[in-house]
């Protein structure tokens, strides 16, 4: 994140999808019974937008791409080699398909086409909607679907954007926040998710259902901390998010059934802590 004195940028935000990936940690019981884990990536130290960060894979829409759950898909069998499609591809198959991409060779979509498979874009499912603050370089209107990791596949790195990658559940992504580097969207996201997750599958896809009914997007607001001089960022439901945020604002209705729990980040050496506005050791 960059500086709250900034002046905002003039373009707007690119269209932009991620995949939360989840599965069930293996050894921990009966199909339903164990703990819940979710796929991220570390991006490269040199990338232009969160560098050395664990994400989601994700990233822009394509112009062909023409629902952006098509490029969640996509994204997610480039950064992370897995593929949602509606039949099986073997893992040979599936292997020279991103060998291809890699090389600049056709799209995904025609691969599959020509294999006789698509996208199953019902395995996705919306969860969250992020828009990047107005004073960063780069912007992004991106949304988060939830997917079940497919039996037989192995999520792996390109090596090319993403360099690492790690199943780690809620709980432990939490924990281990500044080891991780975890932006914003993800510490949030992950805090969602823990206690469905800790409920079982099911209960994690009920929470996106429950989520999907009522969509939102979240574009957090840049403060700075009188007191520390950290950097602070505002969510839409902070009391402060009006009065001392600057940049683009979308205000969330009071009562919104998403506009709950801690509503800032504070950024405390590398990492971001997520707390309440009246626990703020410098209140923006």
């Known amino acids: 994140m960059g500086d709250s004195s900034k002046a905002p940028v003039a373009d707007g935000p690119r269209l932009a999808a991620a995949v939360i990936l989840v599965r069930e940690r293996a050894g921990t019981g009966e199909p339903g019974a164990g703990q819940i884990e979710i796929y991220v990536q570390r991006r490269h130290h040199k990338a ?13 829409a394509d112009p062909d791409d023409r629902d952006l ?10 950064e992370a080699g897995v593929l949602l499609g509606r039949t099986p591809v073997d893992a040979d198959t599936r292997a020279a398909w991103r060998t291809r ?4 060779e056709g799209t995904l ?9 698509a996208f199953d874009l019902d395995a996705l499912r919306y969860f969250a909607h992020w828009i990047t603050p107005s004073q960063e370089r780069k912007r992004f209107s991106a949304v988060f679907y939830l997917a079940r990791m497919p ?51 099911d209960a994690l896809f009920a929470e996106a259902t429950f989520r999907a009914a009522q969509p939102h997007p979240i574009l957090p607001r840049m403060a700075q901390g009188t007191g520390s001089g950290s950097l602070v960022l505002l969510l839409p439901w902070d009391p402060e998010y009006q009065s001392h945020g600057v940049g683009d604002a979308l205000v969330m209705p009071k009562h919104h059934p998403l506009a709950v729990g801690p509503s800032r980040f504070v950024l405390e050496d590398t990492t971001w802590k997520h707390i309440d506005a009246a626990s703020s050791p410098d209140a923006a």
Request: glycine share 10%; no cysteine.
């Open 101 to 104: 991409l890699q090389a600049g």
């Open 69 to 78: 759950r098509v490029t969640a898909a996509r994204e997610l069998f480039e």
């Open 151 to 201: 039996a037989g596949q192995t999520a792996t790195v390109d090596d090319h954007e993403m360099v690492d990658g790690a199943w780690v559940t809620p709980d432990e992504a939490l924990a281990r926040a500044g080891e991780l580097r975890l932006p914003p969207p993800q510490i949030r996201t992950f805090l969602e998710l823990r206690e469905p997750a800790r409920a079982g599958m």
């Open 109 to 117: 979509a025609a691969l599959m086409s020509g294999a006789g498979d």
């Open 48 to 60: 232009s937008f969160m560098s050395s960060a664990f994400v989601f894979p994700g990233g822009t």
